[in-house]
């Protein structure tokens, strides 16, 4: 855990980042099934995952792309680095040190670092990469403007069968919903809501918050509501989700939103 103070005072960001990506395995695993002590491991390696940037100079933390060649291998190497790192501390479990070494990998391998040309990227590795890209993208970077949740949703999805596995997708968006908790969404009705919790059992019908009427007003009193529910009359559900909005177009901000209501403890900051 010491470790950690390492990361947290080369920059917020890869503080931040670290223990989203933790939230999120922990998530996935017990959406897998995992027991607590193999949850336990892996949480332990998604908070070391990126230790190894800790070496980088600022100014390739700021600027992800047009790398020079030093660059860029100074980039592929932060899995072999970060295990080199935590091995020195010692006890630290394979699961682990999977999740560190194997987060970049990819389920067609196309990622880095290739020690093994022939072996498989590891199950924990590959939890990792799921966890890693929704919080890289869903978060605003100087160089990147986030992903809404929902479109971040759609990009994993894109990817999957290629760079991530597609079984681990699929309970990845079960769990998370297609449209996550912070999305801003119309509704058939033509009413604004916030997504506010996922529905396991129907990963398009979450639970609501409705925030404006149909005419784009803010309503004075939220009112939040279960996408399940049907019209007694006609056995038809009453409403459903249209499309995510941004919620820039609306003036609202989402994170603003959830903090002042006391929901978002440890929600990224942005940069
Ligand atoms: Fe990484
Ligand atoms: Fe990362």
Request: net charge negative; with cysteine; proline share 5%.
């Amino acid at each position: 855990m010491l470790a950690l103070t390492l990361i947290k005072s080369y920059d917020e960001y890869l503080f931040n980042h670290s223990v989203n990506v933790t939230v999120l395995c922990i998530a996935l695993g017990q959406a897998l099934g995992l027991n607590a002590e193999t949850i336990r491991e892996m949480g332990t390696g998604a908070l070391l995952h990126d230790i190894g940037k800790v070496n980088w100079p600022e100014t390739l933390y700021q600027k992800p792309r047009g790398l020079s060649d030093e660059e860029w291998a100074l980039v592929q190497r932060h899995p072999l680095d970060g295990a080199g790192i935590v091995e020195k501390m010692g006890s630290v479990s394979a699961t682990a040190m999977e999740v560190i070494l194997d987060h970049h990998l990819g389920f067609n391998r196309k990622g880095y670092p290739i020690v093994d040309p022939d072996k498989d990227p590891g199950f924990f590795g590959m939890i990792a990469q799921v966890a890693d890209a929704y919080d890289a993208i869903t978060t605003s970077r100087v160089y990147q403007n986030a992903f809404e949740p929902s479109n971040a949703i759609a990009r994993l999805q894109s990817l999957a069968g290629t760079v991530f596995d597609p079984k681990l997708i699929e309970v990845f968006v079960r769990m998370v919903g297609i449209y996550p908790v912070g999305s801003l969404v119309r509704l058939s009705t033509g009413e604004l809501a916030l997504v506010v919790k996922a529905n396991p059992t129907d990963s398009s019908r979450p639970f609501v918050r409705l925030l404006f009427d149909r005419t784009g007003r803010r309503l004075a009193e939220e009112r939040d509501l279960d996408l399940t529910e049907r019209d007694a009359g006609t056995g038809e559900f009453r409403r459903a989700i249209i499309m995510a909005v941004d919620p820039a177009s609306k003036n609202f901000d989402v994170g603003k939103y959830l903090q002042e209501r006391g929901e978002a403890a440890g929600s990224p900051s942005p940069g």
